[in-house]
């Protein structure tokens, strides 16, 4: 399997929290820079956040304050802490990794996990 698998979507109430879980291929080499991004029905797909291998996290505006990214680098997964939960952040939830193959780096994207947020 190449691309990353995403885990921890689910139905929470609005001012909830969610745990969500991304874990990149076994089978790459990939790098530790990994990324969220959601899409709501009906919407495009836009970012959410991401983690530089540095340490460097970056946020969009919509979440900022209430989604904190983190690195667990001995299970080399990264993790979205999402609290403060509103209806509108009820989307689709994409994990996208970067992976080296064939010389070339490029972009892996998960299946997906699901969030349901309840007014």
């Known amino acids: 399997q190449v691309q990353p698998v995403e885990s921890g979507g689910g139905s929470v109430q609005a001012g909830g929290s969610l745990r969500l879980s991304c874990a990149p291929s076994r089978q790459l080499y990939c790098a530790r820079d990994m990324s969220w991004y959601r899409q709501g029905e009906g919407k495009e797909r836009e970012f959410v956040s991401s983690i530089e291998s540095d340490g460097s996290t970056y946020y969009a505006d919509s979440v900022k304050g209430r989604f904190t990214i983190s690195q667990d680098n001995a299970k080399n997964t990264v993790h979205l802490q999402m609290g403060s939960l509103k209806p509108e952040d009820t989307a689709m939830y994409y994990c996208?990794?970067?992976?080296?193959?064939?010389?070339?780096?490029?972009?892996?994207w998960g299946q997906g996990t699901h969030v349901t947020v309840s007014s």
């Open positions: 996208k990794t970067k992976c080296l193959v064939g010389g070339t780096w490029s972009d892996y």
